[in-house]
């Protein structure tokens, strides 16, 4: 019969490439690890590493076993998680983290209802870029994210798409790119970008540095402004630009190629530990409604 000790042995020696790392990752010796693995290999009747070469390589058996124990894991720590907080009073606060790209301002009518609902639970509202965000929730530090999609979000963390935000590519109506249609992406090469990154320097998906000039910022009102002052061009949200737009304060990159803009994936996350609870059931339900007629 299959152990969550074999399992882990399995997983983590293929995440780290050799036993000894997998040991140290487990926290276990490498003794162990190792017959932990040459037990299940027992039980499944099958070599699952090539350990014929310096480090242990996944054989076909291995691969085909490896997604299925990832799932179990991963189904088994949200089974810990349930079985640990079954005898824990409700959690007494909402901790929300916020992209500041992301329309909110239906979110007040949100977190009242969730007030009516549940008069004793608190709430604090956190903004920070969406790679934060997800650190956040990692660390406990909030209980649901509204971020933009990322492709690395941890597995025991559930998400939810729940609409998108258009961004298009702005710059000063004194910026010399607002002068002249643009005819090919390289030229933008020629300016100064300004990017969204988080505060451990790392930047969105869709947040692509083209330019080797580029100054950052974690803040989308930061790089607003800096846009608004000429000192680059800038991927907004157009929720953010508009009111500029119409202003005539910023300008619409000018390009032959019609429409440069790009559709962010808009995600609400939480721990799954927390994700079965009535609150952020209906928080969940509710955020749905965020985006929708948003501009």
């Not at 799932?71 to 992209?99: M, N, W």
């Not at 997800?134 to 933009?148: K, P, W």
């Not at 988080?198 to 607003?224: E, G, M, T």
Request: charged fraction near 20%; proline fraction near 3%.
């Amino acid at each position: 019969m299959y152990s969550i000790d074999q399992l882990e042995a399995l997983v983590a020696t293929a995440k780290t490439g050799s036993f000894s790392a997998a040991a140290r990752s487990l926290k276990k010796a490498q003794s162990v690890v190792s017959q932990h693995v040459i037990n299940l290999e027992i039980d499944c009747n099958a070599i699952l590493f090539d350990r014929s070469g310096r480090y242990p390589q996944l054989t076909l058996a291995g691969e085909k076993l490896l997604s299925h124990a990832q799932v179990l894991l991963e189904q088994h720590q949200r089974l810990r998680y349930c079985a640990q907080y079954l005898d824990k009073p409700f959690i007494s606060e909402l901790t929300i983290g916020l992209d500041e790209g992301i329309p909110f301002h239906k979110l007040s009518s949100i977190v009242n209802q969730l007030e009516i609902n549940f008069p004793n639970t608190s709430l604090a509202i956190f903004t920070a870029s969406s790679i934060d965000i997800v650190d956040m929730i990692d660390t406990d530090r909030a209980v649901t994210g509204i971020i933009f999609s990322e492709l690395s979000i941890p597995s025991h963390i559930d998400y939810e798409t729940i609409g998108s935000v258009k961004f298009d590519i702005y710059v000063a109506k004194k910026h010399p790119l607002a002068q002249k249609e643009t005819t090919n992406l390289a030229s933008l090469k020629l300016h100064r970008q300004l990017l969204m990154r988080s505060r451990n320097n790392k930047s969105s998906n869709f947040q692509l540095a083209l330019s080797p000039d580029i100054w950052y910022a974690d803040n989308y009102y930061v790089l607003l402004e800096l846009t608004l002052q000429g000192n680059g061009w800038c991927l907004l949200p157009n929720h953010i630009a508009n009111e500029y737009v119409k202003s005539r304060q910023l300008v619409l990159l000018p390009s032959e190629f019609k429409d440069m803009g790009w559709q962010a994936s808009v995600e609400v996350i939480q721990h799954h530990r927390y994700s079965l609870e009535p609150m952020f059931k209906q928080l969940r339900h509710s955020l749905r409604q965020l985006l929708t007629n948003s501009e």
